[in-house]
T-cell receptor, first 114, second 111 residues
């Protein structure tokens, strides 16, 4: 089954404690991205990756890091989480940069930073 | 920066009626647009997309219209069903391959 898998689904952490949210897709997609979703603000893109070892900043990259060492995985790293990073996070992937293929989203990771 | 907005935050329609959800975008250089559906507790689900060189695209029970002159995008759902109740987002892609999403319209289908 084609899917994008995020882990964990729920996470409560303390300010300053480094964390990683994993994202994996099984569709051999080239393009992957991370979003955060906040009430009244909709989905905002954090980072995206066009392919292995190629990453670019989205609209709200501050406080986040990503890596794309292999095609299937695109982890989101918060080196020093702060309460304003409390949000619902989604990972997404699509086939290629020609925008011919449907985009798939993960189920989301609800992060709370206290 | 980019802004993608929606005309109405909520929309209620009678089952069987057609629904129209609107979206305005600000960047005339955006070249690709998508509509997503998000049900409670789930990630967004792709519905339909359209490139900037098109005015209209049809899918199964859905139609997307793009008016580049006024930078307006709409999603039409024919014969709306209870399962269509969800939040609908439009998204635009700029030439830098970044995506910008609207805040969403909550569609409620009344049986």
């Amino acid at each position: 089954e084609a899917q994008v898998t995020q882990n964990p689904r729920y996470l409560i952490t303390v300010t300053g404690k480094k964390l990683t949210v994993t994202c994996s897709q099984n569709m051999n997609h080239e393009y992957m991205s991370w979003y955060r979703q906040d009430p009244g603000l909709g989905l905002r893109q954090i980072y995206y990756s066009m392919n292995v070892e190629v990453t670019d900043k989205g609209d709200v990259p501050e406080g986040y890091k990503v890596s794309r060492k292999e095609k299937r995985n695109f982890p989101l790293i918060l080196e020093s989480p702060s309460p304003n990073q409390t949000s619902l996070y989604f990972c997404a992937s699509r086939g290629d940069g020609n925008w011919n293929t449907e985009a798939f989203f993960g189920q989301g990771t609800r992060l709370t930073v206290v | 920066g980019e802004s993608v907005g929606l005309h109405l935050p909520t929309l209620s329609v009678q089952e069987g009626d057609n629904s129209i959800i609107n979206c305005a975008y600000s960047n005339s250089a955006s070249d690709y647009f998508i509509w997503y559906k998000q049900e409670s507790g789930k990630g967004p689900q792709f519905i339909i997309d359209i490139r900037s060189n098109m005015d209209k695209r049809q899918g199964q029970r859905v139609t997307v219209l793009l008016n580049k002159t006024v930078k307006h995008l709409s999603l039409q759902i024919a014969a709306t069903q209870p399962g269509d109740s969800a939040v609908y987002f439009c998204a635009e892609k700029n030439t830098g391959n970044q995506f910008y999403f609207g805040t969403g319209t909550s569609l409620t289908v009344i049986p």
